[in-house]
């Protein structure tokens, strides 16, 4: 039984080295990112008679904005309509970088558990004297 408990321990390893090792390949992909979103709005002016008042559909824009927070405060920053696609692109690596890190602690916790328990079960065989 303890024979057993120990292959299927060494597969899970290896398995976790296998998935972790594609993790890590993965993390290579990853391009420049940065924390934010970025918004396409479409914006009443200050003319109360201009008909982006009534209508939604003749708002003027649309106006990009990337958004983003510092020390709990938020900062938006305008963008001209050649740069969206550039900050777009950079928040969505952050959000895969993100996603990344997290599949990859998880992974870690699970390798860790099945080390630590290889260790306990490779210490608790009979006593070895030196």
């Known amino acids: 039984m ?5 292959a299927r321990r060494e597969s899970l390893l290896a398995v976790y080295a296998q998935q972790f090792a594609g993790l890590k390949r993965e993390l290579e992909q990853v391009r ?3 924390k934010g979103s970025v918004l396409k709005r479409m914006m009443k002016c200050g003319q109360r008679r201009c008909a982006c008042h009534q209508d939604p559909a003749k708002r003027h824009g649309p106006y990009f904005e990337w958004t983003y927070k510092v020390k709990g405060k938020t ?14 692109a950079a928040t969505d690596q952050y959000r ?7 599949r990859m602690e998880r992974l870690s916790r699970h390798a860790v558990v ?10 608790s065989g009979p006593s070895r004297t030196r």
């Open 96 to 102: 895969k970088l993100r996603s990344l890190l997290a």
């Open 114 to 123: 099945r080390l630590a328990e290889k260790l306990r079960s490779d210490n």
């Open 32 to 34: 420049y990112f940065c």
């Open 75 to 88: 900062v938006n920053v305008r963008l001209r309509p050649d740069e969206a696609p550039v900050y777009k």
């Open 2 to 6: 303890k024979k057993m408990e120990q």
